[in-house]
């Protein structure tokens, strides 16, 4: 059985950096193509950032591009996202993704492995 779990959430002034972490684990060995979701208060989950498998294809959203980096490390099924300059609009519950694939993947529904959430909350 695969699991995803995140780490790293927290509490954080606008500003301020925060880096998640993500790890897989499979019975298994397989590279994974890995993404960030984030679901805001009252709002639908939507995408923040993907990476294919081997971080040499990354796509990031408007929103985040220039201030969030995804980095990936296939052989260890592990992933992090370094958020800088954190505003306000950033708080959210933030999901890890992950699907066995070698392609870069923005679609919810382009993944099966999907993490409990971790909470970022940035003041302003």
């Known amino acids: 059985q695969v699991q995803v779990v995140e780490s790293g959430g927290g509490s954080v002034q606008a500003g301020d950096s925060l880096t998640l972490s993500c790890k897989v684990s499979?019975?298994?060995?397989?590279?994974?193509?890995m993404g960030w979701f984030r679901q805001a208060p009252g709002k639908e989950r939507e995408f923040v950032v993907a990476t294919n498998w081997n971080g040499q294809s990354t796509y990031y959203s408007d929103s985040v591009k220039g201030r969030f980096t995804i980095a990936i490390d296939s052989d260890k099924g592990t992933s992090k996202l370094q958020m800088n300059n954190l505003k306000p609009e950033d708080t959210a519950v933030y999901y890890c993704?992950?699907?066995?694939?070698?392609?870069?993947?923005?679609?919810?529904?382009?993944?099966?492995?999907w993490g409990q959430g971790t909470q970022v909350t940035v003041s302003s």
């Open positions: 993704a992950a699907e066995v694939a070698s392609t870069v993947m923005i679609k919810q529904s382009d993944y099966d492995y």
């Open positions: 499979a019975p298994f060995f397989s590279h994974y193509a």
